[in-house]
């Protein structure tokens, strides 16, 4: 049954970019924190390897300016950072997507695009130029992509994490 829906495929460069699409080695602006009026400022240009978050259809379309990005992490990094990422529990309820602003994908065993598990950053989001983005992706060549029904999954656990809502005052618990 796993074969029958695999998780990835690899893109050539020309082809259009879509949601789910992997971006190795993304230049990413990041401001400072204060920016006076008419004044000239330093902005520093980090590398992020992201994911593309954008509607495909808008991507194709041309109906955006702004394509949304969002960083992913090899999850070997996460347990470097966290204790609980690192625990056989964390990475339980990080698979069952009970994590809060992350999402967790499979492995790629593609030829040329290895990978170990990757995790989504929803925390941090960037936004770079639709024809910025694709000029890059032009240069730098095939490309891994998300195939369906992954590609919707996360979508909807990115949703789910964009819309929380916290109330101000909660239904209290249930006792037991």
């Known amino acids: 049954m796993a074969s029958e829906y695999p998780w990835y495929e690899i893109v050539n460069c020309d082809g259009e970019l879509m949601q789910g699409d992997f971006i190795k080695g993304c230049p990413i ?14 902005a520093h240009i980090l590398k992020y390897d992201v994911i593309i978050m954008s ?5 194709a379309n041309k109906k955006i300016n702004l ?18 990422f690192k625990s056989d529990e964390g990475k339980e309820q990080l698979r069952r997507g009970n994590v809060a602003g992350y999402h967790l994908l499979n492995k790629c065993e593609l030829k040329g695009f290895k990978m170990a ?11 770079v130029s639709l024809n910025f983005l694709s000029d890059l992706t032009m240069k ?8 369906p029904p992954y590609r919707e999954h996360l979508s ?17 618990a249930f006792k037991k």
């Open 117 to 127: 598990y990757q995790v989504v950053d929803f925390r941090n989001i960037y936004s």
């Open 140 to 147: 730098k060549g095939e490309r891994l992509r998300l195939l």
């Open 29 to 42: 602006i990041i401001l400072p924190s204060e920016i006076q009026e008419k004044e000239e400022f330093e």
């Open 156 to 172: 909807q656990s990115f949703a789910r994490f964009f819309m929380r809502v916290g109330l101000p005052v909660d239904i209290p």
């Open 67 to 84: 394509v949304l990005l969002c960083p992913f992490w090899p999850l070997e990094d996460m347990e470097k950072k966290s204790a609980f």
């Open 55 to 59: 509607q495909s259809c808008d991507l």
